[in-house]
């Protein structure tokens, strides 16, 4: 019998004009909007739809855009006659961990924006106390990235951030160690592209933002998930609320195990993949993981009628 995962995206998906359909067309979208809006303090939704990219990018902004769009645009699934319960297990990759876990009942919209925003702010501050990057490997198996790394690393900061697909993965660290990995790339047997972003996510120079967070997570309420939720950081499904909280903190400073939980699910019989959010990031990994798993994208109006019309085989 065939199973269903729904699936949310991370950083790195924004782009301006995101959400304005589903924000126009739906009513329950509006709402999700305008209560991010009160609870944010400033027009999210105006960034989102109007940008300028470069004012969506900061770290603080990009993280509560991308989950409160990709909540907006399931609420327009919803009103739209869209089946929720269709689905039995979900996970988000890094950011889209904590939409993964109000999807599952376990954290309020409330909470789980304002949580996503300190976070946010919380790692820009670690990257800009020490200066640092990430770099994708094309071509690499997780033999070579760690080779990669301890070859470039010498004393400062390197080692994988995400283990996201057959042939991606992507390491995190101080500049300088960026830097040689970009050089001794193509002799280890790989390419290694610099990716535009504040610092090294996932790497042990988040250790003062894991360090803040871990304040936070505390002060506040989990509920147990009604459906199994992956944790980046070991593939398993989330549990009580002091084990969310746990895994939540040790994800800002550990790698994200996306093609691994993957593989778990397929492994256990989920067959069929709905990436619901911005972007077609995770839905281009799941082609990399398993062609033959059905893997769509919902980022749109257009893409919800299309879902309810055709529902995912």
Known sequence: MSKSAIIFPGQGSQIVGMG??????SSRAKEIFEQANKVLGFDLAKLCFEGPAEKLEPTDIQQPAILVTSVAILEAFREAGGDVEQFQCTGGLSLGEYTA????????FADAVRLVQ???????????????????????????????CDKAREDGVLSPANYNCPGQIVISGDREACARAVEFAGEAGCRAIALAVAGAFHSPLMQSAADALKEMLESTDFKKPRIPVLANVNAKDHGSPDEIRDWLCRQVTQPVLWQKSIQRLLDEGVDRFVEVGPGRVL???????DRQATAVNVSSSEAIEKIISEPVQ
């Open 283 to 289: 839905t281009g990994m799941m082609r990399k993981i």
């Open 20 to 25: 304005r359909d589903v924000f126009e067309s």
């Open 118 to 148: 300190r976070r946010g702010a919380l790692m820009q501050e670690a990257a800009v106390a020490s200066p640092s990057g990430m770099v994708t490997l094309i071509g690499a198996d997780e033999e070579k990235a760690q080779n990669l």
């Open 101 to 108: 876990l109000h999807f599952a009942g376990a954290l309020s």
